[in-house]
């Protein structure tokens, strides 16, 4: 490859020297010697007190530390493989090595000659934060979240002048650094083109993470002239089922003029002067050439789309159980559904899926209401077993004497009351698909051991019956209960625990989600599925996101249908579309614990008097707002007007 280089000159290097004696003596840095993102940098490592003569930090995390931190990116680990080696072919020249770390800057690969200088830096498990090492390019992409060059002695300690660097920022596909790519080499010259190359590479990587983890969504590809459809400098967006834009890449975020943080606000309708259900039909036939579209703004676009998989489309988003058959029902989520640009969670999901799509069982931990049962179906579409049954089964919610013939099935004449000819299990049912074990911690302790050995020989006995029947079957468990404590109180077999547990799921109770406006959103807009766009008033979204939502997707899911219902034909939930039970959960946390601060704050004021009223009449009305309303001669949206006013509270109060 023809290049041209950067000689670190002389000339070079007195600037380089003129500007640490004049930042280390206190004074302004001479202009255009340095980058504002080294200046930047230079700062921190100096208020961290950091000095130039600081030792670098050399030491690697332990195997097994290291084990785990590349199980924690294996995702990004395989995406990205094969465009390090790529991109190492384009520079092995240069005596460079090719470096990924993680959000973290800890090495998790590198690609490099027998050479000791650029070995020592890229060796797996090395750790390059800035507050460790000073100015690189690997710490300081992870401050600054954009591509970094470092040249020479504008590496803030001594022990790394020798280096010349170059490294970009890797986003996941909801806007996350999870990653930095980094190429490094001799400080003696530099190629001009290692930070396009380092850049390019990056968004290589980002643009496969989106193709390959968000297939059961429409993923559109697009670009103002229709030839770069397809190369490296496509926009590229995923939307889920209903138009609700999920991921984007860099260039479409840029096209979209949105930032990171919020493109997952949007969905296609208000981004295209366009469809979504008219511009998904016209790629409903495979061959179908580009689509024009028009921004908002009128600027226009070509677009190609990848539809949605059958699998997927029965996977839209909802709630709800599976039919007697065992088959999905269109009402059911996906993983990305689920996740809804969550990172950490889809990063969970992510695990999940790898390892039930490995036959490893899962274990989904997590409050009444959570989503379980939801979650479990997503893995099981997301699995090669999708084709196959999913067969649900509540341990709870069947008596002790019924629950082993309604997993195992039983023979002719088992028991008295036996329906002629036997029943067929759960078990049995689920052959070929997935087992879903609800509240599992509810299983009779007599009935764990057969289950145990099911799952250890893969066959089942019916009740009454000798013979054993081969089963092929998926098994994921969930619960509310902590079963280490059952164990302990012998109320649980370890052994059974072990078997089930191949992997643990945390699924996050409704009021920590830190996407909790945009599950909101998702969930009227599925909700509102042919009814056309509903949205929700402000006053309304502030009651939601402050509700403790003790019934987690459940009870949010039954809120926003019941206040569609009062909605008519109207399309906008306001307050007087709430009911009163579900006013009254947060309004009476807001009594008992802000009673005493609106008596402090407003005392001896004539707004203290209405807040007073306000307070004892709710108290003694009860909470009720209906009623403490029509008490006061006021509407249940002006009370709780003042209500927010006069006891404020907190989301998490």
Same mark, same amino acid.
């Given at each position: ?15 380089? !020297? ?61 995406? !990205? ?229 059958? !699998? ?79 067969? !649900? ?261």
């Amino acid at each position: 490859m023809n290049t041209t280089s950067l000689d670190l000159s002389a000339e070079y290097d007195a600037r380089i !020297a003129l500007a640490r004696s004049h930042f280390f003596q206190g004074e302004n840095l001479p202009r255009g010697v340095l980058s504002d993102a080294i200046e930047r940098s230079w700062k921190r490592c100096l208020n961290l007190g950091l000095s130039p003569a600081t030792p670098a930090d050399l030491s690697l995390v332990t195997a097994r530390e290291l084990r785990e931190i590349r199980e924690r990116s294996r995702v990004l680990l395989e995406v !990205a493989q094969p465009e390090l080696e790529n991109l190492y072919q384009q520079i092995a020249n240069t005596g460079s090595v090719v470096i990924l770390t993680d959000a973290e800057a800890t090495v998790l690969a590198s690609i490099s000659r027998d050479d000791p200088l650029t070995r020592r830096g890229g060796r797996p498990g090395m750790c390059w934060q800035e507050q460790r090492m000073g100015t690189n390019a690997i710490g300081t992409v992870i401050v600054e979240q954009q591509a970094v060059t470092v040249l020479g002695r504008e590496h803030y300690l001594d022990q790394n002048s020798p280096f010349s660097c170059s490294a970009s920022p890797v986003f996941d596909p909801f806007g996350k650094l999870i990653g930095v790519l980094d190429i490094s080499g001799g400080g003696s010259v530099h190629q001009n083109h290692i930070q396009d190359l380092a850049s390019m590479s990056a968004q290589v990587i980002e643009n496969r993470l989106i193709l390959t983890q968000l297939g059961m969504h429409t993923v559109v590809r697009f670009h103002s002239r229709p030839e770069f459809l397809g190369t490296l400098w496509e926009a590229i967006a995923a939307f889920s089922h209903n138009g609700t834009l999920v991921a984007a890449n860099r260039a479409a975020l840029t096209l979209f003029d949105i930032g990171r943080d919020h493109f997952h606000r949007h969905d296609f309708s208000s981004l295209f002067d366009y469809s979504f259900d008219r511009f998904q039909e016209h790629f409903s036939v495979a061959g179908r050439s580009p689509q024009l579209l028009y921004f908002r703004s009128g600027m226009r676009v070509y677009a190609s789309a990848s539809p949605v998989s059958t !699998a997927a489309r029965r996977s839209a988003c909802g709630s709800g159980a599976a039919s007697g058959d065992g088959s999905i029902r269109r009402s059911d989520l996906c993983l990305a559904d689920i996740a809804l640009g969550d990172a950490p969670l889809h990063a969970l999901l992510e695990k999940a899926r790898l390892a039930f799509s490995a036959d490893i069982p899962v274990l989904l931990h997590g409050e009444t209401g959570s989503g379980k049962e939801a979650l479990a179906k997503a893995l099981h579409l997301a699995s090669p077993r999708s084709s196959g049954p999913f067969v !649900a089964i509540n341990c709870a919610s069947i008596p002790e004497t019924l629950i082993e013939s309604e997993l195992f099935g039983y023979a002719d004449g088992a028991f008295t009351g036996a329906k002629r000819g036997g029943a067929v299990g759960k078990v049995q049912l689920s052959d070929k698909g997935t087992l879903f074990l609800d509240e599992i911690g509810d299983m009779p302790l007599a009935l764990q051991a057969r289950l145990l050995r099911v799952l250890q020989e893969r066959e089942v006995a019916p009740v009454g019956s000798t013979k054993l029947i081969p089963v092929d079957i998926g098994v994921i468990c969930a619960t509310h209960m902590d079963l280490k404590e059952l164990i302990a109180q012998n109320r649980f077999r370890e052994d059974l625990y072990y078997r089930l547990n191949g992997l643990k799921v945390l699924l996050p109770p409704l009021r920590q989600r830190e996407n909790l406006r945009e599950i909101i959103t998702h969930i009227v807009d599925t909700k509102s599925h042919g009814r056309g766009k509903l949205s929700i008033s402000e006053e309304a979204m502030d009651v939601f996101l402050k509700h403790p939502w003790p019934g987690n997707m459940r009870q949010l899911c039954n809120v926003v249908s019941t206040a569609m219902a009062l909605l008519g034909g109207g399309k906008q939930i306001e307050l007087q579309h709430l009911t009163d039970d579900f006013l009254n959960e947060m309004i009476g946390r807001r009594i008992a614990g802000g009673a005493e601060r609106a008596e402090t704050v407003h005392t001896g004021t004539l707004t203290s008097l209405e807040a007073q009223a306000v307070q004892k009449a709710l108290e003694r009305h009860g909470g009720n707002i209906s009623v403490t309303a029509a008490a006061l001669g006021i509407s249940r949206a002006t009370l709780y007007r003042k209500i927010k006013h006069y006891l404020p509270g907190t989301r998490n109060d």
